[in-house]
């Protein structure tokens, strides 16, 4: 029994490390914003996917870019436009005059990491051609289904304030993204320290790999072992059902979005060098892996009630394990 439990406090402090080590080199890019950082690297253990929807100019493709250059493995881009096709992203079969036969050309999802810049100016149809993937790692081209190779992550970008010639995420779209993330802009001091590290060249250039693909499918193996206590996932089930009988909220969470909480938790856990969840790490991710999943009621919007209003008055009202009262 102590060998185990010194096996798996090893391995957690190796997991925390490696994640550190991402972190710290994503951070020579972009500067001040490592709580995002780590929230992106934090999806990518869990199993997810990430929106990142914020103003032009703040860093999101960069940050995209920054995660894949960290890791050694493949990454593909796709700019999404109105005339990409679904053939673009997924593949397509031509047919080989040598061979007589069709042969399968891997489109741009192929790949560990992909980054979809402007996913919201491609077609619904295009759009559409992600869904599978995203869900269940795999692609079916003409009755054939292709697995995608794992670790596998779709970072996507978008500008939520410019919406001529673009096409909304639909609801179930949206619910195949483990996170909806922001930047924002830098304070005064780090936008300084931007000057200085991008005032001649990018540091983007200058960053190498700090682990394999085959050191982040070790750290998810790790972070699936983190132990989730019964009051806990009594705690995340609470939450995701509490934002579903909300007065002000029209549209709550879904099932998906209580095991992407379990699943984002035990790698926040593991990241901080634990191998059990806290309630504390359930309400640090709420807003980034719930607020996208819900819609407010037409009469709270015009109050001006915002989703992170609701969250916390949400997570303000519910008792936290350890401290429930029988009824």
């Known amino acids: 029994m102590t060998t185990i439990e010194t096996v798996e406090r090893e391995q957690v402090a190796w997991f925390a490390h490696q994640f550190a080590e ?42 995209a870019k920054s995660l894949a250059r ?30 007589s036969e069709f042969e399968f050309k891997p489109g741009a999802i192929f790949a560990n990491i992909v980054v979809g810049d402007e996913i919201n100016r ?9 869904l599978e993937a995203m869900e269940e790692r ?22 939520p304030l410019e919406h001529e010639g673009t096409y909304p995420l639909p609801e179930a779209q949206l ?6 993330l922001t930047i924002g802009y830098p304070s005064r001091e780090k936008g300084l320290e931007m000057l200085d590290a991008h005032g001649i060249i990018s540091m983007f250039e200058s960053i190498a790999p700090v682990l394999s693909a085959a050191d982040v499918i070790k750290m998810i193996a790790v ?29 709550g969470a879904s099932p998906r979005s209580a095991l992407f909480l379990q699943r984002v ?3 926040k856990a593991a990241s901080e060098g634990r191998d059990f969840v806290s309630p504390d790490d359930v309400k640090a991710v709420v807003e980034p892996v719930l607020a996208h999943r819900m819609a407010l009621r037409p009469e709270a919007q015009m109050r001006g009630t915002s989703i992170r209003e609701v969250l916390a008055t949400v997570l303000q009202k519910l008792p936290v394990p350890g401290t429930r009262t029988s009824s």
């Open 265 to 267: 938790t035990r790698a």
């Open 175 to 180: 619910d195949r993204f483990m996170m909806r």
């Open 223 to 251: 972070a699936r072992q983190v132990h989730v206590a019964p009051a806990v996932k009594g705690y995340i089930i609470d939450v995701v059902e509490s934002t579903r009988h909300h007065d002000e909220v029209l549209l």
């Open 122 to 130: 491609a077609s619904p149809k295009t759009q559409a051609a992600l």
């Open 22 to 63: 991402i972190g710290t080199n994503i951070e020579r890019v972009i500067q001040g914003k490592r709580p995002v950082i780590d929230l992106v690297v934090t999806c990518l253990i869990a199993e997810g996917h990430a929106l990142i929807e914020d103003v032009p100019g703040v860093g999101k493709t960069l940050l």
């Open 70 to 99: 960290s890791i050694e493995s493949e990454f593909q881009r796709i700019q999404f436009t109105p005339d990409l096709l679904p053939s673009d992203i997924t593949g397509v079969s031509v047919w080989n005059r040598g061979s």
């Open 138 to 159: 795999q692609v079916t081209v003409d009755g054939t289904t292709r697995h995608l190779p794992p670790p596998f992550m779709v970072v996507a970008t978008q500008n």
